[in-house]
């Protein structure tokens, strides 16, 4: 007998992944923006165009900053500003910058970091001091050494946060995933797809303010609001804390489906991908024991049961209860997969994901308990 109360749960969260694929608001495409610049009266237009920095915060990133930056001057306007701040790289990342700046004739700026104050997280004095360098900005666009957007995408999410009156906007790239880092990202869009109403355009309160600090972008006067990333210099999950303290200021903010605009590559193997997630996923949906609680419902609704029942129904033995898992599983990975590049077995190891989801939380809230942490 399944109980209607987990009948109820796969039945919202299937419908959430449903509403998710088809309402989410996406960036748009190169030829609606076309259109649109086709319609729109050439001096409004002008009038309109915001002033855009776009910020990269790089630490050790010698073996991606490159393809990072080639992307970002092929995919942002002329009048945009992009500022990369090299912080205190050991590889040489420094070098690969300058070598960037003497062969582009852009406004692209490199700079060292300084030294980081007791009680900042490392990513977050890094963003702090890109903002200060991009004083004359009206947007700022913080971009991560490891996301690539197309051509266009900076731009188009400057006159989204215009034209839609945003003051604090995420985009989620698409994710990429190799071999078995694919089982540990995987589990990124899975749970919010399943979980949150990405849909819901824009937030004006506390419930669900989502941001994903991949692609993250601000009105000038909001951020200031913010306090900046000053504001939020001790969180680990520093993209959360700022849509949570600009949803409690009431401030209109959304996250966009940019799946087909941007793409990022947090990992390529396992050993990265437990490391990098374990800065922060205990953080996922706020305390540490409240994410840790979470984690554990959904491995045993979304691991345990049915790997059990996939294992009984080996041994001759039919659970139905537990085999009625599997839709709900599959059906989630299928709404998921246009967020993720990754091997199509991914799906049906969905359970095991959801199982090494709940380890990766336990992990990650002792790494901060015993404030081990990397660079975040």
Not at 13 to 39: F, G, K, Y
Not at 121 to 150: E, M, P, Y
Not at 159 to 181: G, K
Request: glycine share 6%; aromatic share 10%; charged share 20%.
């Amino acid at each position: 007998m399944v109980h209607p109360l987990l009948l109820a749960y796969d039945a919202m969260v299937c419908l959430m992944a449903l509403l998710n694929r088809w309402l989410w608001p996406r960036l748009q495409t190169s030829e609606h923006r076309a259109m649109d610049e086709r319609r729109a009266p050439r001096g409004e237009e002008a009038r309109r165009a915001p002033r855009m920095a776009i910020l990269v915060p790089a630490r050790n990133e010698s073996h991606q900053i490159s393809a990072c930056l080639d992307a970002l001057l092929h995919a942002t306007p002329p009048s945009a500003t992009i500022i990369v701040l090299d912080d205190e790289s050991s590889d040489d990342t420094w070098a690969r910058l300058s070598a960037l700046r003497r062969a582009t004739d852009r406004d692209l700026r490199v700079v060292r970091g300084r030294p980081r104050p007791p009680g900042w997280r490392g990513k977050n004095w890094a963003c702090a001091q890109l903002a200060d360098h991009a004083s004359d900005a009206d947007i700022l666009v913080f971009v991560d050494a490891d996301t690539r957007l197309v051509p266009g995408a900076a731009e188009r999410l400057a006159q989204e946060m215009v034209d839609q009156r945003w003051e604090m906007a995420s985009v989620f790239p698409r994710q990429e995933a190799r071999r078995l880092a694919a089982l540990l990202v995987y589990l990124f869009p899975w749970s919010l797809v399943a979980h949150a109403p990405l849909f819901v355009q824009r937030w004006r309160r506390r419930a669900l303010p989502v941001a994903v600090g991949q692609v993250i972008a601000f009105q000038r006067s909001a951020y200031a609001s913010l306090g900046g990333h000053a504001g939020v210099k001790g969180e680990i999950a520093e993209d959360l804390a700022l849509a949570r303290k600009a949803a409690r200021r009431k401030m209109a903010g959304a996250v966009i489906d940019g799946a087909s605009s941007a793409s990022c590559t947090m990992y390529t193997s396992w050993g990265q991908a437990w490391r990098g997630f374990q800065k922060n996923w205990c953080f996922t949906v706020g305390h540490p024991m409240i994410s840790c609680l979470v984690w554990a419902w959904l491995a045993y609704a979304f691991g345990w049961l049915p790997l059990c029942g996939l294992a009984e129904a080996c041994l001759g033995h039919v659970n139905v209860a537990a085999l009625l898992q599997w839709p709900a599983v599959l059906w989630i990975g299928a709404c998921a997969k246009r967020h993720v590049r990754m091997p199509i077995w991914v799906l049906f190891t969905a359970p095991v994901s959801a199982v090494l989801g709940f380890v990766l939380a336990v992990d990650s809230w002792i790494h901060q308990v015993r404030d081990t942490t990397i660079w975040s």
